[in-house]
């Protein structure tokens, strides 16, 4: 009797908890990301703390002159191959956040809510070099507006059948899915269709009893125009990385 009350309260103890709160320390840059539109101001961290994540309830560190969170456009966040959970609630420090730029984590499967809060806003998604072996249906149901998605290197074997379903695939221009263990390959602008349907093929699984969601973002799409898009992609015949400028200007 004694042992299962125990065990019960232990049990208990254990759900409650999964949710940790901390803080982030940024270094604000701008950048230039290989996928990304140009030089970006940027978070950049490497202090998310051992095995933790969800809920970032501060952010520290010092801007650059005359900008503030609201000129923040992406996250970079170095996982320092410690960090187990994708961080959320980086919308209530910058709300004009586009892009995620993720590398070196331990995170090993993609829910589906993660990115929810950034809404129509977001246009960019790089995960990298991490241990994710699985990516839901829904990551992108309430960011139909992302063109860039890299799941460079990492060991993906499933991926949600409806995944690129929101998207507006003739709006996108870049899809990486090279090194993973599902055969994926890389695809610019109209080869992205094709790049698609060879993922689904190769890992594509019926996650839908997970979908959830029912909201729709507010939010504005914040986008230059007058950037030059572009991107790099590897030339098999001239083996080497070449830059791709798009076409629709
Ligand atoms: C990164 O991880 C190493 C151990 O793997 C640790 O010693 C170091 O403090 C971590 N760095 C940060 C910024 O958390
Ligand atoms: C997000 O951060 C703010 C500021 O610290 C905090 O008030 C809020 O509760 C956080 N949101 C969540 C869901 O934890
Ligand atoms: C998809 O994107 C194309 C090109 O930007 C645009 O013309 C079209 O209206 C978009 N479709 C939807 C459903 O948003």
Redesign the pocket.
């Known amino acids: 009797m004694k042992t299962s009350f125990w065990l019960i309260s232990f049990i208990a103890f254990e759900a409650f908890k999964i949710t940790y709160f901390f803080s982030i320390n940024c270094l604000f840059e701008i950048r230039s990301y290989s996928y990304g539109r140009g030089y970006i101001y940027s978070c950049l961290t ?2 998310i703390p ?1 095995s933790t994540g969800s809920y970032v309830t501060e952010v520290t560190g010092e801007h650059l002159e005359g900008r503030n969170n609201y000129f923040v456009r992406f996250v970079e966040i170095d996982g ?3 960090l187990s959970l994708f961080p959320r609630n980086f919308s209530h420090f910058f709300p004009n956040l586009a892009g995620f730029y993720v590398t070196n984590t331990l995170i090993k499967t993609l829910y589906g809510d993660e990115l929810n809060e950034y809404g129509k806003r977001l246009e960019f998604f790089s995960f990298g070099y991490s241990s994710l072996k699985e990516v839901s249906s829904n990551l992108f149901g309430q960011t139909p507006n992302v063109e860039v998605v890299s799941f460079y290197n990492n060991k993906i074997s499933h991926v949600g059948k409806n995944l690129f379903k929101p998207l507006n695939v003739s709006q996108m221009w870049h899809l990486q899915f090279y090194l993973n263990n599902c055969e994926g390959g890389l695809a610019n602008y109209d080869e992205i269709p094709d790049l698609i349907t060879i993922i689904l093929n190769n890992c594509g699984y019926d996650d839908e009893f997970l979908i959830t969601t029912t909201t729709t973002p507010t939010t504005t799409t914040m986008r230059t125009t007058t950037e030059r898009l572009y991107c790099l992609s590897y030339d098999r015949k001239l083996r080497k990385v070449v830059k791709k400028y798009r076409t629709n200007n």
């Open positions: 490497t202090d051992e320092n191959k410690t």
